[in-house]
């Protein structure tokens, strides 16, 4: 076994994953599936039960789900971001580029989601009406 | 074209109700809050276009960039969220306030006082509300999509057929103001107002009690009156305390007290009364009411007259 191989597992599991496009988008997913579940559960829960829900645990936990999600998206990419490397932009077509762009594009995603998901589940909590 | 809106009866920033002070200072409160921040922005944008060269660095700019550009917004927009959203929950009402069920018809309102268990009172294009009191608008319409506005008082609200929309408000301040419709609906739609009289509540008490009385026995034997029933005006409209009751046209019982005519178009003079009820489709395009060009003037006038008698 090589040193770098040694190395290589000895690395931190969040370390060993690698952001990718897909990763990337995984921030405004669940942005955009809480945003969904907000006026599904909304809508479902009011006609249901003609009310609206003193203490909505279901939506609350979504909500919470939506941001660990966002989250720990986030810390992944914050950590892959701190490759060493050459300040921003990240725009030279090497290995080393092509991760920390697409580390920083999710880290500040995942803040716009983050922000996203509180602003929509505000406007329920607040509100806490049917009509 | 900007003074237009400077009026105190029908504008959103003469407030005479709790909805709409709150939206009134949410505006100036917004308002400046964006003249601020246009002028930091301005302030900024000069300070870099005339910084020495060397004086800024990438640094600097990146951070500026994450906390201006960032957290700044974020924050505020957060702030303005929690302050905003208290706001536009509807505003409790408990099950015997008053309620004022609108319907919104082409192209006039017809207005029916619900206040516990006596019958409705009936009345049309005018709302009377007391002041302090919570008042809920149960809204709807009969053939198209209408909108209840009464800038002064609260937000819009739809008048949709076969949906009764709920509007709960409560008046600050006594006055006379204006509503209007705000969902265009034929060719009127600009000419389907009502007058908004809001009292103080014992003067609204009274008054409640005054317009359920019939109309008085002496002003239903005049000519007016005679020629109101051979015309055939009551197949569609109704004054309480006669035989009429139809509820097709907007109720006329106490027409002599109402501060406009066809529903916030004219001023409800006796020559203008008279001249509405021979061609109403030249004040009002589209009216459903028909016109009698065939009326001698003097019967029109005796009809007018009568109706200003009503109150």
Known sequence: MSDSETSRQRRKWHERLRVTLWTLIVPPTAWAAHFLFSYLWAAISCAKTDSFAKFPVLFLAGTLMALIVILVSGWIAWHQERTPGDPPPHQDSTEIDRLRFLAKATLLLAGLSFVGVVFTALPVIFIGDCR | ?311
């Open chain 2, 1 to 311: 074209m900007l003074l237009v809106g400077c009026n105190t009866h029908q504008s959103a920033l003469a407030p005479f109700g709790v909805e709409a002070r709150e939206t009134y200072w949410l505006t100036w409160s917004l308002s400046a809050g964006a003249v601020l921040i246009a002028l930091l922005v301005a302030v900024l944008a000069w300070r870099a276009t005339h910084s020495s060269e060397g004086a800024l660095n990438h640094k600097q700019g990146m951070q500026l960039v994450l906390w201006l550009g960032g957290v700044f917004p974020t924050v505020v927009l957060t702030g303005l969220l929690l302050f905003a959203l208290p706001q536009m929950r509807p505003m409790a009402a408990a099950s015997n306030d008053l309620t004022i069920r609108v319907e919104g018809e082409q192209f006039w309102w017809h207005v029916q006082y619900e206040d516990g268990t006596r019958t409705p009172l009936l009345a049309a294009n005018e709302v009377r509300i007391p002041v302090g009191r919570t008042v809920v608008f149960d809204l709807t319409a009969t053939d198209v999509i209408h909108s209840f506005w009464i800038p002064g008082l609260a937000g819009k609200m739809d008048m949709i057929p076969g949906r009764t929309n709920r509007l709960v408000v409560k008046a600050e301040k006594a006055g006379t103001y204006r509503g209007v419709c705000t969902e265009f609906c034929g060719l009127s739609h600009a000419l389907m107002a009502f007058d908004v009289i809001a009292m103080e509540p014992d003067a609204f008490d009274a008054w409640l009690e005054a317009a359920r009385r019939p109309v008085k026995a002496a002003s239903r034997t005049t000519s007016g009156a005679k020629l109101f029933s051979d015309y055939g005006c009551n197949a569609c409209h109704a004054v309480r305390g006669t035989e009429h009751d139809a509820r097709i046209g907007p109720d006329l019982s106490r027409y002599g007290t109402r501060a406009s005519l066809g529903a916030g178009t004219l001023e409800p003079t006796a020559e203008n009364t008279a001249a509405f009820i021979r061609d109403a489709d030249a004040f009002k395009p589209g009216a459903r009411m028909p016109s009698y060009p065939s009326m001698p003037a003097d019967h029109a006038r005796a009809i007018a007259a009568w109706l200003k008698e009503l109150k």
